[in-house]
């Protein structure tokens, strides 16, 4: 059984769990123990960054598991400055490394289970796939050996009433009649969706031919009144001409040649 006292450690020992313990300064994972926890009701310590009072906690991490300490007030919205104060010194070396391989072997298993459940939900998963292929198959077989032996039944049955002479001529005869009836009437069916359809192309291009001639129309009359607006410019024009060459203003001979080009 291992001994806690602190004399059986060896130097280096010593030094490496005080540097562990000085390095801690940022707040561990913490378990709830009712008799101390709260905030802290003495002046002092407070925390390093924010000044406030901390509150009571029990570390439950790694080789600090156990131990009391004042940590940081703040822990949602706003930067927690860690441990503000330890309460209980560290533990021996002994005890830390002990702690320590408790929580890898922890975290081990842990890490363990969680593979095996994964490894549990795909093999889970692919046989349940597997199940699904198997039932549709089945299912489809199912109903092939349904259709199948439906028509087996038919067949035995028409087979015992041709032996026994219930099968009367004109009861084939009516049968095949009213197949060639349905097979007329499927294909009048198809001559009208034909003609309704021919009918419905006549009337779209119907359609557009009147949209043609009502725009043709249209731009007929624009032109005619830009007609209209030019004659009359061109009626203006030749008044004014007129008049400068009975007043006698300007070249004589570009008036007319101008008046040559409104005539023609």
């Known amino acids: 059984m291992p001994s806690w006292n602190d004399e059986e450690t060896s130097s280096e020992e010593e030094c490496e769990a005080v540097s562990m313990d000085m390095g801690l300064m940022e707040e561990p994972d913490t378990t709830v123990e009712p008799l101390f926890c709260g905030q802290l009701e003495l002046a002092h310590p407070k925390c390093i960054l924010h000044q406030l009072r901390p509150i009571k906690h029990v570390a439950f991490e790694g080789p600090v598991t156990g131990r009391h300490f004042y940590g940081c007030p703040v822990q949602e919205n706003g930067v927690n400055c860690g441990v503000a104060e330890w309460v209980d010194g560290p533990w021996p070396t002994v005890l830390q490394r002990c702690l320590c391989k408790l929580w890898e072997m922890?975290?081990?298993?842990?890490?363990?289970?969680?593979?095996?459940?994964?490894?549990?939900?795909?093999?889970?998963?692919?046989?349940?796939?597997?199940?699904?292929?198997?039932?549709?198959?089945?299912?489809?077989?199912?109903?092939?050996?349904?259709?199948?032996?439906?028509?087996?039944?038919?067949?035995?049955?028409?087979?015992?009433?041709?032996?026994?002479?219930?099968?009367?001529?004109?009861?084939?005869?009516?049968?095949?009649?009213?197949?060639?009836?349905?097979?007329?009437?499927?294909?009048m069916?198809?001559?009208?969706?034909?003609?309704?359809?021919?009918?419905?192309?006549?009337?779209?291009?119907?359609?557009?031919?009147?949209?043609?001639?009502?725009?043709?129309?249209?731009?007929?009359k624009d032109v005619e009144v830009d007609r209209d607006v030019l004659k009359k410019e061109k009626a203006k024009l030749e008044l004014v001409v007129a008049e400068l060459l009975n007043e006698g203003y300007g070249s004589k001979e570009k008036l007319e040649q101008i008046k040559a080009i409104l005539e023609s």
């Open 189 to 220: 069916l198809e001559v009208q969706m034909e003609k309704l359809k021919l009918a419905k192309e006549q009337r779209c291009i119907l359609q557009s031919q009147a949209v043609i001639i009502k725009n043709t129309r249209k731009a007929m």
């Open 106 to 187: 922890f975290h081990e298993q842990n890490f363990g289970r969680v593979q095996d459940k994964e490894k549990f939900e795909q093999e889970l998963a692919r046989l349940k796939s597997e199940h699904e292929r198997e039932l549709a198959k089945l299912r489809t077989k199912n109903d092939k050996l349904c259709i199948e032996y439906t028509k087996l039944v038919d067949d035995v049955s028409k087979m015992f009433d041709w032996q026994d002479g219930r099968v009367d001529k004109k009861q084939v005869e009516e049968e095949e009649l009213e197949k060639k009836k349905e097979l007329e009437e499927k294909a």
